[in-house]
């Protein structure tokens, strides 16, 4: 089955950038949707097809997608950001075909 | 504006069935295909399966961990998809989100989430 590797925790303080990456084999030819998940929240989608946001996210978020790995950056990290995040994807020839990664907490500092 | 709301959590033992609602509302629910997400307590997310829109087969998937044993349906007039759980284990104990799907050429993924609902299996 295909895997989807994050570092299980990011730290960042406010004002700064924070970078999640998701890992898996040859990711870059598959599209990456992210979502972000707050305690006791349900998951909301904050990014889709590698770079694109849904309508409310705000620009702070962005995305991208090459190679090996994906990155979810988000610019001037505010308190109201910390999270956990998922990246996701479509293997058509993997078991289970929609594979999550294991998941990422944001501390902001 | 789109709303899931689950309903049909609750505890059951090993080895019951249990049956869970997503009622949708704030979108045409024929022209999407629709899924479930769980999550186990302290975990991360688990894909459990989807259900195709009519129009491309109303057709479904499922995750290995679940096949044989869960079953998603519609119900395209009163705009509900249901899971049917069967021999449930206690690791199936999780917080089971519907989802608005968007799957399209390769492209899979979750646009709208409900608000979850926890079933509990345990004896």
């Known amino acids: 089955s295909y895997v989807l590797t994050q570092p299980p925790s990011v730290s960042v303080a406010p004002g700064k950038t924070a970078r999640i990456t998701c890992g898996g084999n040859?990711?870059?030819?598959?599209?990456v949707h992210w979502y972000q998940q707050k305690p006791g929240q349900a998951p909301v989608l904050v990014i889709y097809?590698?770079?694109d946001r849904p309508s409310g996210i705000p620009e702070r978020f962005s995305g991208s997608n090459s190679g090996n790995t994906a990155t979810l950056t988000i610019s001037r990290v505010e308190a109201g950001d910390e999270a956990d995040y998922y990246c996701?994807?479509?293997?058509?020839?993997?078991?289970?075909?929609?594979?999550f990664g294991g998941g990422t907490k944001l501390t902001v500092l | 504006e789109v709303q899931l709301v689950e309903s049909g959590g609750g505890l059951v033992q090993p080895g019951r069935s249990l049956r869970l609602s997503c009622t949708a509302s704030?979108?045409?629910?024929?022209?999407?295909?629709m899924s479930w997400v769980r999550q186990a307590p302290g975990k991360g997310l688990e894909w459990v399966g989807f259900?195709?829109?009519?129009?491309?087969?109303?057709?479904?998937e499922y995750a290995a961990s679940v096949k044989g044993r869960f079953t998603i349906s519609r119900d395209d007039s009163k705009s509900i998809a249901y899971l049917q759980m069967n021999s449930l284990k206690t690791e199936d104990t999780a917080v089971y989100y519907c989802?608005?799907?968007?799957?399209?050429?390769?492209?899979?993924?979750?646009?709208?989430w409900g608000q979850g609902t926890l079933v509990t299996v345990s004896s």
């Open positions: 040859n990711i870059g030819s598959k599209s």
């Open positions: 704030g979108f045409t629910f024929g022209d999407y295909a």
């Open positions: 097809y590698d770079s």
């Open positions: 996701q994807v479509w293997d058509s020839s993997s078991d289970p075909h929609v594979v």
């Open positions: 989802t608005r799907t968007i799957a399209a050429a390769g492209i899979f993924n979750f646009d709208y």
């Open positions: 259900i195709r829109s009519k129009a491309y087969g109303g057709t479904t």
